[in-house]
């Protein structure tokens, strides 16, 4: 695993748009990084996808053992959720994708540091983008991609008859992108589908159902919208019986939750791609990260580091938490990668790197593309 510094292609601000990347620049910083990527060889990839294809397994056997143990509560589960997440979970519903980050130093197994397994985004940038810089600028090299075809794939097999819809957040340009790309494989894979905003849902108090800006009943969903706030909502409430299919499914709450982390350590505790977690506070003295249950963007999440803290400011505060140990993130001329592992279907898919100048990844960090030979 190397970082190498590399000039940017001429003029790749219009060629990622052109490929779909609106917001490769975000409040004036640039997010798709072009000024270096990194090197790994083919036994490094070989590493990393069995990495997530055994943390995946572990994973589906830890969210049978919260439903077979009632573990809703240590996880703070809303109570009128579970029905939800066991309705779904007993169904079998199937997931389209999720994506495990990682710290890796090239030298070490992979250690999890949270599983993205509900709202994961950098889909786009590690999917399309990164794969033409590849064929542009190292053709003769390889890349651990395969994300779009397993899309494609993926939403062949999931078993939507009905208009699809799409919903994210408005004034989210990286959502929407993310959202719009998934919505072109579905497309893809013969699919019939619809876009709006999650301000545009409404609800027909006749028939019970969710409905769109055309008054048409909303049967299938994929929603870039945590299930956290969808169950919290008055109209979330409305979801056990509005006969309305949702991606994810709702058992996905149970490895979107931080508390999982602790839950994979009590299970298999010592597994060499995992790091001691735990809900219970004053298992470490020192060298450790609290996370709250529930956070995106790196908020919230306080680093312990040789006696010094540092806090990334959030809106996740004062909710339940993980204490996890702190993990060896590789530093590369001050720059702290993270490697986004991404599931699709239930199989390792590929990879993209986050980079951050502190060792926490936030909104703010930047997208390197990779290859390997």
Known sequence: M???????????QKTV?????????????????????????SLEIDLLENATNELQERCIEAAQHVIDKD????????????????????????????????AYDGHNPPKLLEYNA???????????????????????????NSIHERLIDAWKGIGISSLLHFACVADAPEDFGNLEYLRDTAIQAGISTSQL??????FEELSGRFVDLNDRHIDAMFKLYPWEWLVNEYFGRKLATARIRLIEPAWKMLLSNKGLLAVLWDMFEGHENLLQASLEPGTFRDNYVIKPLLSR??????????????????????????????AKIPEFDGNYPVIGSWIIAGESAGIGIREDRQLVT??????????FE
């Open 2 to 12: 190397q970082r190498i510094s590399r000039s940017p292609r001429l003029d790749w």
């Open 17 to 41: 748009e052109s490929q779909g990347m609106l917001y490769h620049t975000i409040e004036g910083e640039t997010y798709w990084d072009e000024t270096a990527c990194y090197r790994f060889d």
């Open 71 to 102: 573990l809703f509560d240590k996880l703070e589960i809303p109570a009128h959720a579970v029905p939800l997440i066991v309705d779904s979970w007993e169904k079998d519903e199937p997931s389209l994708y999720g994506r495990f980050d990682f």
């Open 118 to 144: 509900d709202t994961p985004t950098s889909l786009l940038e590690a999917s399309v983008i990164q794969w033409f810089w590849l064929k542009d600028l190292y053709p003769d090299a390889d890349q651990f």
């Open 197 to 202: 905003f999650m301000h545009d849902i409404g």
């Open 297 to 326: 963007e790196g908020e919230n999440v306080a680093v312990h580091r040789n006696g010094q803290i540092h806090e990334v400011e959030g809106s996740y505060g004062g909710k339940g938490q993980v204490w996890q140990e702190l």
């Open 362 to 371: 936030t909104n703010a960090s930047r997208f390197l593309p990779h290859f």
